[in-house]
Protein backbone atom coordinates (compact mmCIF):
# COMPACT_ATOMS: atom_id res chain seq x y z
CA UNK A 1 0.00 0.00 0.00
CA UNK A 2 1.46 3.34 -1.27
CA UNK A 3 1.58 5.52 2.34
CA UNK A 4 1.87 8.84 -0.22
CA UNK A 5 -0.30 7.82 -2.91
CA UNK A 6 -2.88 5.73 -0.96
CA UNK A 7 -3.09 3.08 -3.99
CA UNK A 8 -2.51 -0.74 -3.26
CA UNK A 9 -0.67 -2.90 -5.51
CA UNK A 10 0.23 -6.69 -5.80
CA UNK A 11 3.97 -6.67 -6.24
CA UNK A 12 5.43 -9.25 -8.94
CA UNK A 13 8.64 -11.16 -8.84
CA UNK A 14 9.92 -12.81 -11.61
CA UNK A 15 13.07 -14.86 -12.18
CA UNK A 16 14.79 -15.77 -15.67
CA UNK A 17 14.66 -19.35 -16.32
CA UNK A 18 16.85 -21.81 -14.29
CA UNK A 19 16.96 -18.82 -11.39
CA UNK A 20 15.00 -17.84 -8.54
CA UNK A 21 12.58 -15.32 -8.07
CA UNK A 22 13.62 -12.06 -6.82
CA UNK A 23 13.14 -12.30 -2.40
CA UNK A 24 9.56 -10.77 -2.08
CA UNK A 25 9.41 -8.23 0.87
CA UNK A 26 8.59 -9.65 4.49
CA UNK A 27 5.45 -9.12 5.85
CA UNK A 28 5.26 -5.52 8.13
CA UNK A 29 7.88 -4.02 6.29
CA UNK A 30 7.97 -0.80 4.27
CA UNK A 31 9.92 0.09 1.17
CA UNK A 32 10.83 3.25 0.16
CA UNK A 33 10.67 2.60 -3.88
CA UNK A 34 9.46 3.01 -7.03
CA UNK A 35 6.67 0.81 -8.63
CA UNK A 36 6.59 0.27 -12.36
CA UNK A 37 3.42 -0.38 -13.50
CA UNK A 38 2.02 -3.65 -15.05
CA UNK A 39 0.01 -3.69 -17.72
CA UNK A 40 -2.57 -6.03 -15.92
CA UNK A 41 -3.71 -3.62 -12.98
CA UNK A 42 -3.25 -3.59 -10.56
CA UNK A 43 -0.31 -5.42 -10.50
CA UNK A 44 3.50 -3.25 -10.52
CA UNK A 45 6.89 -4.75 -10.82
CA UNK A 46 9.46 -3.12 -7.80
CA UNK A 47 12.04 -0.37 -9.37
CA UNK A 48 14.33 1.61 -7.71
CA UNK A 49 15.17 1.27 -4.40
CA UNK A 50 15.48 4.29 -1.85
CA UNK A 51 16.20 2.78 1.49
CA UNK A 52 16.25 -0.97 3.05
CA UNK A 53 12.91 -2.27 4.00
CA UNK A 54 12.07 -0.94 7.89
CA UNK A 55 9.61 -2.25 10.31
CA UNK A 56 6.37 0.87 9.43
CA UNK A 57 3.38 1.07 12.22
CA UNK A 58 0.93 2.40 9.61
CA UNK A 59 -1.91 0.24 8.85
CA UNK A 60 -3.48 0.45 5.61
CA UNK A 61 -6.85 1.83 5.37
CA UNK A 62 -9.45 -1.11 5.79
CA UNK A 63 -13.03 -1.36 3.22
CA UNK A 64 -15.97 -2.87 3.94
CA UNK A 65 -17.07 -6.42 2.36
CA UNK A 66 -19.31 -4.55 -0.20
CA UNK A 67 -16.46 -2.00 -1.77
CA UNK A 68 -13.76 -4.70 -1.77
CA UNK A 69 -16.60 -6.81 -4.31
CA UNK A 70 -17.16 -3.64 -6.16
CA UNK A 71 -13.64 -2.64 -6.34
CA UNK A 72 -13.11 -6.30 -7.88
CA UNK A 73 -16.54 -5.68 -10.45
CA UNK A 74 -14.79 -2.62 -11.19
CA UNK A 75 -11.35 -3.76 -12.57
CA UNK A 76 -13.29 -6.99 -13.91
CA UNK A 77 -15.14 -4.80 -16.17
CA UNK A 78 -12.14 -3.37 -17.42
CA UNK A 79 -9.79 -6.97 -17.41
CA UNK A 80 -12.29 -10.05 -17.87
CA UNK A 81 -9.40 -12.59 -17.17
CA UNK A 82 -8.63 -10.57 -13.92
CA UNK A 83 -8.19 -12.94 -11.26
CA UNK A 84 -8.35 -10.91 -7.79
CA UNK A 85 -7.40 -7.53 -6.43
CA UNK A 86 -4.73 -6.58 -3.34
CA UNK A 87 -7.51 -5.07 -0.90
CA UNK A 88 -7.20 -4.58 3.18
CA UNK A 89 -10.55 -5.49 4.66
CA UNK A 90 -11.22 -4.03 7.94
CA UNK A 91 -14.26 -5.28 10.80
CA UNK A 92 -14.13 -8.66 9.43
CA UNK A 93 -14.22 -11.88 11.50
CA UNK A 94 -13.40 -15.38 10.44
CA UNK A 95 -16.66 -17.56 11.26
CA UNK A 96 -17.60 -21.17 9.87
CA UNK A 97 -20.60 -20.95 7.45
CA UNK A 98 -22.69 -23.89 6.45
CA UNK A 99 -20.67 -24.03 3.16
CA UNK A 100 -16.97 -23.44 4.90
CA UNK A 101 -15.58 -20.81 6.53
CA UNK A 102 -15.75 -16.99 5.45
CA UNK A 103 -14.81 -13.66 6.68
CA UNK A 104 -18.22 -12.46 8.61
CA UNK A 105 -19.02 -8.48 8.70
CA UNK A 106 -21.03 -7.98 11.64
CA UNK A 107 -22.28 -4.57 11.03
CA UNK A 108 -24.10 -5.43 7.73
CA UNK A 109 -24.46 -8.98 8.01
CA UNK A 110 -22.62 -10.30 4.68
CA UNK A 111 -19.91 -12.38 4.33
CA UNK A 112 -17.51 -13.66 2.02
CA UNK A 113 -15.76 -17.06 1.41
CA UNK A 114 -12.47 -18.46 2.36
CA UNK A 115 -11.19 -20.97 -0.21
CA UNK A 116 -10.32 -24.35 0.49
CA UNK A 117 -6.89 -23.82 -0.17
CA UNK A 118 -6.52 -21.44 2.45
CA UNK A 119 -8.46 -23.32 5.02
CA UNK A 120 -6.67 -26.58 4.85
CA UNK A 121 -3.50 -24.67 6.10
CA UNK A 122 -1.80 -23.49 9.60
CA UNK A 123 -2.55 -19.82 8.10
CA UNK A 124 -6.61 -20.08 9.43
CA UNK A 125 -5.71 -20.94 12.47
CA UNK A 126 -3.92 -18.09 12.67
CA UNK A 127 -6.20 -16.14 11.48
CA UNK A 128 -8.48 -17.79 14.43
CA UNK A 129 -6.07 -16.59 16.87
CA UNK A 130 -5.24 -13.20 16.09
CA UNK A 131 -8.73 -12.48 15.74
CA UNK A 132 -10.07 -14.33 18.70
CA UNK A 133 -13.86 -13.95 17.78
CA UNK A 134 -13.21 -10.15 17.54
CA UNK A 135 -13.13 -7.80 14.02
CA UNK A 136 -9.93 -7.38 12.57
CA UNK A 137 -8.13 -5.75 9.63
CA UNK A 138 -7.12 -8.20 7.23
CA UNK A 139 -5.00 -7.88 3.87
CA UNK A 140 -5.49 -10.68 0.99
CA UNK A 141 -6.84 -11.06 -2.38
CA UNK A 142 -10.52 -10.32 -3.42
CA UNK A 143 -11.49 -12.59 -6.65
CA UNK A 144 -14.00 -14.78 -8.13
CA UNK A 145 -12.96 -17.46 -5.33
CA UNK A 146 -13.65 -15.70 -2.87
CA UNK A 147 -10.90 -13.77 -0.16
CA UNK A 148 -7.85 -15.36 0.01
CA UNK A 149 -5.93 -13.74 3.00
CA UNK A 150 -2.30 -13.37 3.29
CA UNK A 151 -1.70 -10.98 6.59
CA UNK A 152 -3.87 -10.19 9.51
CA UNK A 153 -3.37 -7.43 12.05
CA UNK A 154 -4.45 -8.05 15.85
CA UNK A 155 -7.07 -5.68 17.20
CA UNK A 156 -5.88 -3.70 19.70
CA UNK A 157 -2.32 -4.00 19.35
CA UNK A 158 0.99 -1.90 17.66
CA UNK A 159 2.72 -5.17 16.63
CA UNK A 160 3.71 -5.70 12.78
CA UNK A 161 0.75 -8.15 10.90
CA UNK A 162 1.19 -11.56 11.05
CA UNK A 163 1.84 -13.97 8.04
CA UNK A 164 -0.68 -16.04 6.82
CA UNK A 165 1.25 -18.08 4.41
Known sequence: HG?????????????????????SLPVGLGLDAELRPHPARPRATLGERFGPPVPVAERPPGVSLAEAAGGYGALLA????????PVTLDGVIPVRGPDGWQLAEPSTDTALPLPRSFTSTSGLWRLLAASGGRPVRVF?????RGFQPLAVWEPDADAPPLALR
Not at 9 to 15: P, T
Not at 140 to 144: D, R, W
Open 140 to 144: GECGH
Open 78 to 85: EDPWLDSR
Open 3 to 23: TRTGRTALLLSYGAAGSAPEV
